[in-house]
């Protein structure tokens, strides 16, 4: 158990609509991190949140965001899905060492 | 465009023997590496990581090996058990600039370890 936890597991939605992940990060880490994992391009990193301001910015779509709150959990919100967004995505803390990143289980999102 | 390659998708390895795992990487500021290791509907377990100013690190069963003029990294498994058969991810990373400190991601390599 990595300590950062992720819901919902599993998510099934349809084209169209607009979904929230969600993340709580491992106690003390201020850096959260989200990546998705599809199957033809492996994990790509999406955005990085430090202590409730964005940090990095990776190949993520603008109809993609993220936050993160004051008490350290980030949510994802995707909108205007699409088959392709099908993906398992995940989200990591790190804390001194910001290149060791603890990644949750991840969330399984399923657009039908 | 794939930074990090792992050109093996596979490897079947007997339980006792040394399994090796290759990775390769096209961008030369890359200053940090990192081995994760993902069982099936889990997330990618942190498992060991070398700077750039290393060429070698050690973990007890794991070693890496890092050959900055070739660009390859290698982890070396050694004995090598059952319960090491997962998936193993390659990463690196850059720090600073606009990527802050994310971490670029093989494909994975699919480790067998058979009794």
């Known amino acids: 158990d990595s300590g950062v936890t992720q819901t919902p597991k599993h998510l099934i939605t349809a084209t169209g609509q607009r979904v929230t992940l969600r993340c709580s990060p491992r106690s003390g880490d201020l850096s959260v991190y989200w990546y998705q994992q599809s199957l033809d391009q492996g994990l790509q990193f999406l955005i990085q949140?430090?202590?409730?301001?964005?940090?990095a910015k990776g190949n993520i779509l603008e109809r993609f965001s993220a936050q993160q709150f004051p008490d350290l959990h980030s949510e994802l919100n995707l909108s205007s899905l699409e088959l392709g967004d099908s993906a398992l995505y995940f989200c990591?803390?790190?804390?001194?060492?910001?290149?060791?990143?603890?990644f949750g289980p991840g969330t399984r999102l399923t657009v039908t | 465009d794939q930074q990090v390659k792992q050109n093996s998708p596979s490897l079947s390895v007997q339980e006792g023997r040394i399994s090796i795992l290759n990775c390769d990487y096209t961008n030369s500021m890359f200053d940090y590496f990192l081995w994760y290791k993902k069982y099936p509907a889990e997330g990618p377990t942190f498992l060991i990581s070398?700077?750039?100013?290393?060429d070698k690190i050690e973990d007890g069963r794991f070693t890496v090996f890092l050959n900055k003029s070739a660009k390859h990294l290698s982890l070396h498994i050694v004995p090598s058990q059952p319960g090491d058969s997962a998936v193993y991810f390659c990463a690196a990373s850059r720090a600073g600039g606009h990527s802050g400190y994310a971490l670029n991601f093989g494909k994975g390599t699919s480790l067998l370890v058979t009794p």
């Open positions: 070398i700077s750039s100013i290393k």
């Open positions: 990591a803390s790190s804390s001194d060492i910001p290149y060791e990143q603890y």
């Open positions: 949140y430090y202590n409730g301001e964005e940090r």
